[in-house]
């Protein structure tokens, strides 16, 4: 069965950092296509950042670029995002996501890019 399970949110200062964890199994720890998006309450959900591993091409909001960077250690199936320099408005739910694709996404931030999802993990940062 496939399944994504993050962890790593928690609270934090503006100007710190955390790093987020995306365990994965079954299908999705071959997924080609894995990315991070986040919703803040009232908002719609917002890509992140992506990454197709068969290349390493990873891909930012504009919002995040310089600051987010996502990776993957195969060896252990695991997705991260590390948050550096982090604002308030930073303030969401971080959700994991794969895609079931083997070719590079045409948009790898789009919302509907990706058909697995896991259930999310809180990210408050505070002024």
């Known amino acids: 069965q496939a399944q994504l399970v993050e962890s790593g949110g928690g609270s934090v200062q503006a100007g710190g950092s955390l790093r987020l964890s995306c365990a994965t199994s079954g299908y999705t720890s071959d997924s080609k296509n894995m990315g991070w998006f986040r919703q803040a309450p009232g908002k719609e959900r917002e890509g992140v950042a992506s990454i197709y591993t068969t290349t390493g091409s990873t891909y930012y909001a504009d919002s995040v670029k310089g600051r987010f960077t996502i990776s993957r250690d195969n060896a252990k199936n695991t997705l991260y995002l590390q948050m550096n320099s982090l604002k308030p408005e930073d303030t969401a739910m971080y959700y994991c996501?794969?895609?079931?694709?083997?070719?590079?996404?045409?948009?790898?931030?789009?919302?509907?890019?990706?058909?697995?999802w896991g259930q999310g993990t809180k990210v408050t940062v505070t002024s």
């Open positions: 996501a794969a895609n079931s694709g083997w070719g590079r996404m045409i948009s790898p931030l789009a919302r509907y890019e990706y058909n697995f």
